[in-house]
C-alpha cells in the first residue's frame, strides 16, 4: 500500500454531511469609534479633558460651586462616550462561510443572517472622509427581500468585507 493511500480515509455518510455543513468564522468585526466619527470623537475627548482639568483646578482651589459646574460636562462626556463604546462593543458583523450575520444589543440582542448563498446585492456607501479612514457602510440583501436585510454604518474595509462575502456566495 502506498502511503498517499494509507492516509486516505473514507468518510461515512454522517461524516460527509457534517464536513458539508461545517461552519468556519472568517471574520468579525465591530463598527469603528475614530474612523467612524472623527468629530464626535475629538469632541468627547476635548470635552472630557478640559472638563476634568477644570474640575482639579477649582476642586484645589476650594471653588467646590465651580468644581461642581465642571462636573456636569466631565459626567455629559463620559456617559455619552461610554455609551457609544458600549454599543459598537456590542454591535458586530461575522462573516463565515456560510452566511454574514448582524448581532446588535446589550441586554436584549437583535439578530439577522443572510445566507451567502441567497445574497442578491450587496451595498457599500462611502463618504470622503470615510474613504479617507477606510472605513464604509455596508448593506446586504437576499433573493427573498426587497430591502437591505442587515445595513452596517462604519465598518472599516467595507470593500474587502463585501470581497470576503461574494468569495463564498
Given at each position: 500500500?502506498?502511503?498517499?493511500?494509507?492516509?486516505?480515509?473514507?468518510?461515512?455518510?454522517?461524516?460527509?454531511?457534517?464536513?458539508?455543513?461545517?461552519?468556519?468564522i472568517?471574520?468579525?468585526?465591530?463598527?469603528?469609534?475614530?474612523?467612524?466619527?472623527?468629530?464626535?470623537?475629538?469632541?468627547y475627548l476635548?470635552?472630557?479633558?478640559?472638563s476634568?482639568?477644570?474640575?482639579?483646578?477649582?476642586?484645589a482651589?476650594d471653588?467646590?460651586i465651580?468644581a461642581?459646574?465642571?462636573?456636569?460636562p466631565?459626567?455629559?462626556?463620559?456617559?455619552?462616550?461610554g455609551?457609544w463604546?458600549?454599543?459598537?462593543?456590542y454591535?458586530?458583523?461575522?462573516?463565515?462561510?456560510?452566511?454574514?450575520?448582524?448581532?446588535?444589543?446589550?441586554?436584549?440582542?437583535?439578530t439577522?443572517?443572510?445566507?451567502h448563498d441567497?445574497v442578491?446585492?450587496?451595498?457599500?456607501?462611502?463618504s470622503?472622509?470615510q474613504?479617507i479612514l477606510?472605513?464604509g457602510?455596508?448593506?446586504?440583501?437576499?433573493?427573498?427581500?426587497?430591502d437591505?436585510?442587515?445595513?452596517?454604518?462604519?465598518?472599516p474595509?467595507?470593500e474587502?468585507l463585501?470581497?470576503?462575502?461574494?468569495?463564498?456566495?
Amino acid at each position: 500500500m502506498s502511503g498517499q493511500a494509507m492516509n486516505e480515509k473514507i468518510l461515512s455518510e454522517d461524516e460527509l454531511n457534517e464536513r458539508d455543513y461545517k461552519e468556519n468564522i472568517l471574520k468579525v468585526v465591530h463598527p469603528a469609534m475614530f474612523r467612524n466619527d472623527p468629530l464626535h470623537f475629538i469632541g468627547y475627548l476635548f470635552l472630557i479633558g478640559i472638563s476634568g482639568y477644570g474640575l482639579i483646578r477649582t476642586y484645589a482651589a476650594d471653588q467646590m460651586i465651580l468644581a461642581g459646574l465642571c462636573a456636569i460636562p466631565l459626567l455629559y462626556g463620559l456617559l455619552g462616550f461610554g455609551i457609544w463604546y458600549l454599543r459598537v462593543l456590542y454591535t458586530t458583523v461575522t462573516i463565515t462561510n456560510k452566511r454574514t450575520r448582524y448581532r446588535v444589543g446589550i441586554i436584549s440582542k437583535d439578530t439577522s443572517e443572510v445566507l451567502h448563498d441567497d445574497v442578491r446585492n450587496i451595498q457599500i456607501d462611502q463618504s470622503l472622509v470615510q474613504r479617507i479612514l477606510g472605513v464604509g457602510d455596508i448593506a446586504l440583501s437576499s433573493s427573498g427581500q426587497d430591502d437591505m436585510e442587515i445595513k452596517v454604518s462604519g465598518l472599516p474595509d467595507p470593500e474587502g468585507l463585501a470581497a470576503l462575502v461574494r468569495r463564498y456566495q
